[in-house]
């Protein structure tokens, strides 16, 4: 082992006290890229050594079907997002990946979940009280939110240090944005407090037509300062990446899959670079800290839960 990697290693197994910060990922659309967007980014978290869980706060368990097979919900007994929303919780059982990643899981077409949107706002204090309990235990808690404005949502924002939004390249592209600013604005407005997006990605960039060129462009212009400069491409390797469970930059045997994987890592580490607690320099070196994390040299208290 190189004296590179031990130091890595050893850097990350410090014991050192929890970042403790909570993102979430927002967009009152569907088929933005929440739900991938938060799996590649807990995952790139997760590799530069930070101790991750996700929770998922939609009711189609999207982000847990990433992560687990359905049978694996009935097979462990583990805490519900859902509940989050229900009781106040002291103690937490997070389902755990062997990538070192705590999953708050959601079954598949979560009723429960769904219906907490019709609950008082008192859910999402309790909510709020939860989820920063949970946090305690980890560096990063990322939020993956459902496609409309609701209590879930309006306790994911209202919750979180950090938050950031995937938006598309189209013809409603700018009143989409409108629509994803103002929601957190407003939600900020509930709590009397200011609540800024901290990074706004633009996934599933199509193709490079003359078209797309103009929209991308009049898009990062509104966009303005949140603008994640890296566009996220739409490309078979991240869909492939996906089917797999896998983050986009795992896939690197075809030149397209390498590209895929660069640009990705680009990107969520534009997005990490938003972060003021996570230094630049740790970004810099992600391949270093990835490998350290995939050779399970890190994060020993992870693994062995
Ligand atoms: N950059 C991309 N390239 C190809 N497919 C993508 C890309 N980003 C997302 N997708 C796919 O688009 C679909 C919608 O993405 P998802 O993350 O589920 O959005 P949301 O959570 O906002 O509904 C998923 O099938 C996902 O795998
Ligand atoms: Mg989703």
Redesign the pocket.
């Known amino acids: 082992m190189t004296t590179r990697t031990q130091q890595i290693a050893a850097e990350i197994n410090r014991s050192q006290k929890r970042l403790s910060k909570v993102i979430a990922i927002t967009n009152q659309k569907?088929g933005v890229g929440?739900?991938s967007t938060t799996f590649n980014f807990a995952h790139y978290l997760n590799e530069l050594g930070y101790r991750v869980a996700v929770v998922d706060l939609?009711g189609?368990g999207?982000?847990t079907e990433l992560f687990f097979e359905p049978a694996v919900l009935n097979q462990y007994v583990h805490t519900a997002a859902v509940q989050f929303f229900t009781e106040e919780m002291n103690e937490f059982t997070p389902l755990s990946h062997p990538c070192g990643i705590d999953v708050i899981a959601t079954q598949r077409n979560s009723h429960v979940l769904t219906n907490v949107d019709t609950q008082s706002i008192d859910a999402a204090s309790l909510f709020y009280e939860n989820v920063s309990r949970l946090a305690e235990d980890y560096d990063f808690v990322v939020l993956?939110t459902p496609?409309a404005p609701g209590i879930r949502t309006t306790a994911a924002c209202a919750s979180a240090d950090y938050i950031f939004a995937p938006v598309l390249v189209d013809t409603f592209a700018i009143s989409a944005l409108e629509g994803v600013v103002n929601s957190v604005h407003a939600i900020g407005g509930l709590l009397d407090t200011e609540l800024k997006l901290n990074g706004i990605l633009i996934n599933q960039l199509q193709d490079s037509t003359e078209e797309t060129k103009h929209d991308y462009a009049e898009l990062a212009a509104a966009i303005g300062e949140p603008l994640i400069p890296t566009a996220v491409r739409m490309s078979k390797p991240f869909r492939r990446a996906m089917r797999l469970g896998v983050p986009v930059w795992h896939l690197r045997s075809s030149g397209s899959e390498q590209r895929t994987s660069k640009e990705a890592r680009k990107a969520y580490g534009e997005m990490s670079s938003r972060i003021t607690e996570i230094p630049k320099k740790r970004i810099k070196a992600f391949n270093d800290y990835s490998r350290v994390v995939r050779m399970g040299l890190a994060q020993p208290e992870a693994q062995s839960q």
């Open positions: 569907g929440k739900t939609d189609q999207n982000l993956d496609p």
